[in-house]
């Protein structure tokens, strides 16, 4: 029988929320637009028109595959993030908006410098960094990622966002001090892994199709915050900010691990739209 737009994607969003997917929402309409070839204006435009039946089809294997445990943004090569359309794919995190709250603070911060150095430190899918770039039309921005193959999805994100001129991506492994020919930034902000060995193989069967390594932190967690707090502020300008997202139970652990350095002053806790502590920030002396 014949359906049009808006009952399919009705359909999709009630079937999402049976499972008890709470971004139901916005899944369906992602996966509807994907298969449908639509933007979300055009598939609002269309919604009263008939669905062709390969197009449903393919909307329902895909819906398929979610529920089986393909994260949405794999299935359709990519995500939002702060205003930014950005490929993904199996080699980077998927942006979150909790991590929104991580690059809106760095803009704060960037947008009152002029031709700012940002780093943004495990870049993934360079996510942060090219939110403030894009925001800070002054700032030049590195993006800083150990594995090439993410590095890849910056490259291509760097070009989608037309942020070549301004954007660097480069290889950088965390764990290791800094090399000096990076010099020295006005904000360095970090998305780093925060997970516990131990609790990787627990997570939700979504998120455990996400890239290992970015999760791993480490049998506590906090391996990359050490060597951050470590090595951040020499490579930070007096007064610049240090900003990282923790996991939601980290933020104290953290701040005492910037506090113990002696290298940073204003050391505080931001929670994020949930009500968490998920960013800590601090400048350097």
Known sequence: MAITYNNLYMDIRQELRNAGIEAATLEARELVCYAAGKTRQELQRDGRL???????????????????????????????????????????LIPRIDTEVLAEKAIEFVSKYENARVLDLCAGSGCVGLAVAKHCPDSHVVLGEKSEAALRICRQNTRRCGLMERVI????????????QLGEFDCIVSNPPYIPTADCDTLQQEVMQEPRMALDGGADGLDFYRRIAADAHRHLNPGGLLA??????QAHAVAQLL?????YHDIAVVRDLYGLERIVK???E
């Open 259 to 263: 506090a113990a350095e002696n290298a």
């Open 244 to 249: 990282m997202e923790v996991g939601s139970t």
């Open 50 to 92: 008939y669905v062709p039946q390969d197009v449903e089809r393919r909307v329902q294997e895909l819906t398929a595959r979610h529920l089986a445990g393909e994260p949405v943004a794999y299935l359709i090569g990519e995500w939002s993030f702060y205003g930014l359309d950005l490929d993904i794919n199996e080699s980077v």
């Open 169 to 180: 991506p480069w290889q950088v492994d965390a764990l290791e001090r800094p090399a000096p």
């Open 282 to 284: 601090a400048y350097k």
